[in-house]
């Protein structure tokens, strides 16, 4: 959930958190019977239906091409939810959620088809009592917003912003374009019919339990933030590794690259929260203008920086874990010679009073060693005197690390002296771990879009403020093609990635 309650409030006489009150609303899933849908959407739904985090006056419509109807699409979702749920179908609660389910067949651009789907959802309300209220989830492909936004409203399918009871919501996931002016001109397009405050960007990274708690890790603890500054901070490193290939998205990751798909959204939504001030208050728009200040602060990239410290590579054949991985060529769906990046290696600057001189470096690859994303905090070292006066030993620093997954958590490593009767030290790690299995992502943003609540969202200003920083990135490797380093497949990135650090006399952290 968004940050924007008060958690005090939150707990009601039995120790357990309140519901909120969930409003009746109408689901509508452009593309529901599509991979999204089937690996997070229907799953995340069922588990907010176990945990009552549905509204109690619900309906799940599926608008999509397909040859389906409402019988067909709950086998999909009952198959979607066996195979992709946190926690296993259970009969009971699977046919109260089925009824939800419903299935209109239509074509994005048929304005007909909307006639049908309005009519339909007039049905909807007065068989589920959704009054009227709307969610258009655009689960599709970027192409397709503008033909949907335009004939919602052409079928008078959207509610003004503060019409009276009800209301019209739209949801788009990233990438919102391919640099600043194709997102300027997708973000246009949806403004064309809905407000701001009608629009919900997902970043599913935003909706992750750990990256959610670090605003609370640095507010609501005092340990942390005296700390949180350039004064004891020595630099930071944001990791976001998978071992997966691009697989079946090869014809999307041939458009994309690392630095679109994972960079430009998840690493830098990451990062702006790492370096925001405290915001005024939890309200969405606070948290997020602070967060904005971040991205505008960062110091763009000029062509040196890009040369230097902008790093790409892309996986060739290996061993990941063992088992043999070929090459991102020899993915089915990439052209001959490509040169997209499936890894990429930053260092940033923020240039605002906080974090003058403390370097941000960032990395994300596919088919790395292990599937890893990690926030580290390197402190400062003590001085080289008493126990660090050692010219060949010195002494590790402090690290906070945050693990986002998996075996989600938190670890302080810190120096202690080893047990017995000689001055050695040794570093260990207080470490957090949470008990149970953590919501998913979009079980959390969900249901807050359901619930109206923005803090989680991409405002349109910092998904351009994304673009303006990686566009001359882009540019600069657009103009330089036939130059891309290759890693091996089980490795931790091109060699280029560790000369980077090694060059500023730091390291990657081992993960
Ligand atoms: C998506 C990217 O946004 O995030 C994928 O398009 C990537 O390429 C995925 O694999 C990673 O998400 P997660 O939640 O598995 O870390």
Known sequence: MGLNREPTVALNNTGRAAKPEYPPCALVIFGGAGALSHR????????????????????????????????????????????????????????????????????????????????????????????????????????????????????????????????????????????????????????????????????????????????????????????????????????????????????????????????????????????????????????????????????????????????????GAGLVGGVPASAYLEEGGVAAGSQVETFVALRCWIDNWRWAGVPFYLRTGKRLSKRASEIAIYFKSVPRILYNSNPRAHLAPNILTIRIQPNEGLAVHIISKVPGPQARLQQVAVDFHYATSTPEAYETLLRDIILGDQTLFMRRDSVEASWQLVDPILDAWKETPGEIPVYSAGSWGPLEAALMMAADGRSWRVL
């Open 40 to 315: 997070k959407l229907l799953p995340a739904l069922y588990n907010l239906a176990l945990d009552g985090d549905l509204p109690e006056k619900v309906a799940i419509v599926c608008f999509s091409m397909e040859e389906m109807n409402d019988e067909s699409y709950r086998a999909f979702a009952h198959d979607a939810i066996q195979k992709n749920s946190r926690r296993p179908i259970h009969e009971q609660e699977w046919n109260g959620f089925a009824r939800t389910l419903r299935f209109v067949r239509g074509r994005f651009n048929e304005p007909a088809d909307y006639r049908t789907l309005r009519t339909q959802l007039e049905t909807v309300d007065r068989e589920a009592g959704t009054e009227g209220n709307r969610v258009y989830y655009f689960a599709i492909p970027p192409s397709f917003i503008e033909t949907c936004a335009n004939a919602l409203h052409d079928a008078n399918m959207i509610r003004p912003p503060d019409g009276p009871g009800t209301f019209s919501r739209v949801v788009v996931e990233k990438p919102i374009g391919r640099d600043l002016a194709s997102s300027a001109a997708i973000n246009d397009r949806i403004a064309a019919h809905f407000d701001e405050g009608q629009i919900f960007r997902i970043d599913h990274y935003l909706g992750k339990e750990t990256v959610e708690n670090l605003m609370v890790l640095r507010f609501a603890n005092s340990i942390f933030e005296p700390l949180w500054t350039s004064r004891f901070i020595d630099h930071v490193q944001i990791t976001v590794a998978e071992e997966e290939g691009v697989g079946a998205r090869a014809p999307y990751y041939e458009s994309a690259g690392a630095l679109r798909d994972m960079v430009q959204s998840h690493i830098l939504q990451v990062l702006s929260i790492i370096g925001m001030e405290p915001p005024r208050s939890t309200a969405a728009d606070s948290v997020r203008d602070t967060k904005l200040d971040v991205l505008q602060s960062i110091r763009p990239f000029g062509d040196e920086d890009i040369e230097k410290y902008a790093i790409r590579g892309q996986y």
